[in-house]
């Protein structure tokens, strides 16, 4: 598989192996569906210790090359990756089949009955980075949701990626469906994912997981629909009516609790007429756990009384910064007008939270952000398919078409129209 | 507006101004909304002999080009097209608001309730051909689904459509909306449209209606969403059990009752032990109505006992062809599993019917068959926005991504989290 030639020849057939065991999937019964997960999860606990003498080939080649240890870590299948990936297949098996539901069936004038069914979208592409836990997570979303999938991981978690598929098929096999639902791309030429996302006869909709970089060029080179997720520049509003010491509370969560995660609060606006009792406070907490802050000049004048904050002026540039970093920018504004307006222009339309008691000015926040995820009184960090009753997450859309926001099972299908008649024609 | 240079800071202009203009509409009142389509109804029927004047400039254009008789009277805003489309307007102001719905909602054990929230999907773009009355359902759609819209109609309306823009925005002004909210491209440069389909920082979501080659081109093209409506080679099944007078009702019908929609049935499929029964009653009325059929070897011998019969040896082609036109392709299976094969291989996923007493096939037909609408003893004609209770109806996809099948006011929307918390934070 060296040349072009020979890598289109070979996605094509993983393209239509996957086309054919889609239409295998739609119909399949619940119960392969979940015996599939339960049997995955039981290879995964039985498999753990072989698992990692595969993965140990990764963790030494990263280490080998370089690479730094936080990007090695990310590599390591540990018994606890694995028991919590096995536990996430237990719980998707636990949960309803979403394909097949009904729902909506009214009848028309015309005397025929409308409704709409879910079914499955098709055949998806997964393309992500470093963690191979995700070979599992994916595979899993998958079945569940009478996909077929074609994942391509990092050539850097090749052999553990490998190991967790062969346990995947395994699983399929064992309850009586097609192995190839679940393939992985064998080779790590690049040209194999140019082709993944230019092969709309064979995939529906193309996942990307990694950085910003990544899913930028996926996006603008795929030919088929792509959910994607670009950045988290998540906002904390404080209004001007407030219950400080909750407020407190949920900013220093949304901003602190983790750095890295995209749903983590980057930009911090205060309404001027609670700045004064607000800011110093919230300022006291950011100083000691070493958070840098990138204020406007009103906000660095009140902050500027906080005992070892480390405060900078901010840039034009950092409203529309997502740090992923002990960093926030922050901004006095005069108004509710002006934060909505503020966070439409410069926030990544990911999740926003409001911090108030005044019930409309919540209502106007809810409506009038533009965000997958709009809060009242809750921490941003709660932006998540887990916290949300998804029961799992192939992550998270910072689009509108489709699905927006963490997306689940639901985010695998599609509704397709039911008419029921007894022989109704048109007239 | 003669080079490219113009064009693109044109259409900018255009784009820059829906964006704006999508803002606003969104958190528009829906007493605003209704007022401005009950103020067009109004001024649609109040000038309607003005419109007529403007009309026939590109009426009598399109005649001094030599187009076909046909293409002429697309183009006609009749007094009676006129009507329909002022009442079309008064139907959706009388429906309900989709923007701001919130569903779903539901206590997590975190103590936070998470719901989702109906919201536009911003500043959509349409593209059409030919008939004029689409820039008026095009701009009510919009108006009611809370979006803005950039109209690029067909150079042979251009005068219709800027008469109908005017009286758009006219009624959006009275109703206190932005006129920018719905906007029409002022010149014909086919530039225009590479432009439109082609800056996803002012539109979201691009609507092609038109031949396949436009549709296709656009898609082709685009970097932005595209809500797709290719073929319609709709198949209509006739079971082993089936009532055989109800059947040939509703296979006339799904034929016959017109020619040119994408919902009409241009293949016939009949179970074996049906053949002998059905197939000479349908191609008696067939042979009646002038439709030619183009036959399977079993099916020839069958119908060939058919006085005037018009049979043609069906090729390979014939199974995936759109006819639009009285000719229909006819094919005996031996069992249902052949019906769907054949059906999920040739057909466009776009309507399908089964017509059988028998339950559990009924069952499996409406499951299996992966098409965008599939039904029960009815007309396939019935694949239809109206049909289906939508108020309206401002395409057809044939994707599964978003939106499937007839596309109303909710195929203009999407679904955005709401978090409603008491200062709840993550642990």
């Not at 030639?5 to 119960?31: E, F, P, S």
């Not at 097609?178 to 193309?206: C, F, H, K, N, S």
Request: aromatic fraction near 4%; proline fraction near 4%; hydrophobic fraction near 45%.
């Amino acid at each position: 598989m060296n040349d072009r030639l020979d890598i289109t020849q070979y996605m094509n057939g993983v393209g239509q192996a996957a086309r054919t065991a889609a239409t295998a999937m739609a119909k399949a019964d619940t119960k392969a569906k979940n015996n599939t997960l339960l049997a995955l999860a039981r290879l995964l606990r039985e498999q753990t210790e072989a698992l990692q003498v595969d993965n140990a080939k990764d963790i030494s080649a990263a280490e080998g090359a370089g690479l730094a240890a936080p990007m090695v870590d990310r590599l390591r299948l540990t018994p606890k990756v694995l028991a919590t990936v096995a536990e996430g297949c237990e719980q998707l098996a636990a949960m309803p089949d979403p394909i097949g539901e009904i729902t909506g069936v009214k009848r028309r004038p015309t005397g025929i009955s409308v409704g709409q069914m879910r079914v499955p979208l098709g055949v998806f592409g997964m393309i992500y980075e470093s963690r191979p836990n995700v070979t599992i997570e994916a595979a899993s979303l998958a079945i569940k949701s009478g996909n077929a999938c074609i994942l391509r991981g990092g050539s850097e978690a090749i052999h553990s990626n490998l190991a967790l598929w062969k346990l995947v098929q395994q699983a399929l096999t064992e309850a009586g469906l097609p192995a190839t639902a679940v393939q992985l791309v064998e080779t790590t030429d690049r040209a194999a994912v140019g082709r993944l996302i230019a092969m709309p006869e064979y995939v529906d909709v193309i996942i990307p997981r990694g950085g910003k970089g990544l899913i930028e060029r996926i996006s603008a080179e795929a030919k088929v629909p792509v959910i994607k997720h670009l950045d988290g520049n998540c906002h904390t509003y404080v209004d001007a009516e407030v219950d400080i010491e909750q407020a407190l509370v949920v900013t220093d969560n949304a901003k602190t609790q983790k750095y890295s995660p995209c749903n983590a609060t980057e930009s911090l606006l205060v309404h001027a007429a609670s700045a004064a009792a607000f800011l110093p406070r919230i300022g006291a907490i950011f100083a000691t756990k070493g958070v840098e802050m990138r204020c406007d000049s009103t906000a660095k004048v009140i902050l500027s009384q906080v005992a070892g904050a480390q405060l900078v002026d901010a840039s034009e540039e950092d409203w529309s910064t997502e740090y992923l970093a002990p960093i926030i920018s922050i901004k006095v504004v005069k108004d509710l007008d002006e934060a909505i307006a503020h966070i439409n222009k410069y926030g990544s339309h990911h999740t926003e939270a409001i911090l108030t008691t005044n019930h409309p000015n919540a209502m106007r926040f809810i409506r009038e952000v533009d965000s997958s995820s709009v809060m009242i009184n809750a921490s941003t960090r709660f932006a998540d398919g887990f916290e949300y009753g998804l029961g799992a997450e192939i992550g998270i859309s910072t689009d509108k078409f489709h699905a927006r926001g963490p997306v689940g099972l639901e985010g695998l299908t599609s509704m397709k129209w039911v008419v029921l008649g007894d022989g109704q024609v048109r007239g």
